[in-house]
Each structure stands twice: as C-alpha cells, then as structure tokens.
C-alpha cells in the first residue's frame, strides 16, 4: 500500500488540498464589506469552496486504500485532478465579483492558497501516471500465465 509510489503522491496530493485550509487565496490592505471583511479571502469565507476542498482532500486520502482496485482508484484520481481544478476557478470567480465593487485605493495581494491546488494537479498526474504503469505490469502478468 504506502510502499507504492502512487500512494505517496496521493499523500502528497491530500495534504495540499488539506494546505487550503491553513491558508488564503488573497489578502487586501483594508477590510471590505463582504469576502474582505477580515481582509482575507479564504476557504471560509465560502461554503462552496470548503466542502471542494474538504472532498478532495477526503477523496485523495480514501483513493490511498483503494490499491487492490486500480481501476477505481484511476477514476478518483481523475475527480481529485477535476477539484483542483474547479476549486481555483469557484475562489476566482467569487474574488472577481468582490472586486467590482471595491475601491480603487484598496489593494490586493495573492497568497500561496492559490497555488496550492497547482501542486494537487501535479501530483495526481503522476499518481495516475503510475497507476496506470501498474494496471499495464498486471496485464502483462496476465498474459504470462
């Protein structure tokens, strides 16, 4: 189980998406009514973007267990790839409604939250690159026998 590559690279994948809860997107010089309020815009400040996280983050731990069934375990490693995806585009969207209504004179700096999910995606490709390379090895045992 562990000692597969792969199960190490959905470790890792896990604990990027669980990375998008100790950080934020995007941080303002000023509070603003709305997601800036506490002039930080993060998972909580959506209820969207915290049950993406927290089911990616869940589904990349359960698919580490799931080694006895590649063919299952590739397609929750493709929905894993399919929220960290869709989690930078959801932060994206709400921050760029935010931002039409803020004043010019505020500021706003991004922050390594909205990074993280580029390392999910890496490291759920070359999980599934590997799974792949497994599902091939038993194929070909197979036909050995």
């Known amino acids: 189980m562990i000692q597969r590559i792969q199960s190490i690279f959905l470790l890792l994948a896990a604990g990027f998406f669980g990375g998008q809860f100790l950080t934020s997107f995007v941080s303002s010089t000023e509070p603003v009514n709305g997601i800036f309020a506490d002039q930080i815009f993060n998972l909580y400040d ?36 399919t929220l960290s995806i869709i989690l930078p585009i959801v932060a994206v969207l709400l921050f760029t409604n935010q931002v039409e209504a803020m004043p010019e004179a505020v500021k706003v700096n991004d922050q390594a939250g909205l990074y993280l999910p580029l390392g999910t995606i890496l490291f759920t490709v070359l999980a599934i690159r590997f799974i792949n390379k497994d599902e091939k090895t038993v194929r070909s045992m197979d036909r050995l026998r």
């Open 46 to 81: 959506n209820p969207a973007l915290l049950i993406i996280a927290g089911l990616g983050a869940l589904i990349a731990l359960v698919t580490i267990f799931l080694f006895n069934n590649r063919k299952l375990q590739l397609k929750l490693s493709y929905l894993i790839m």
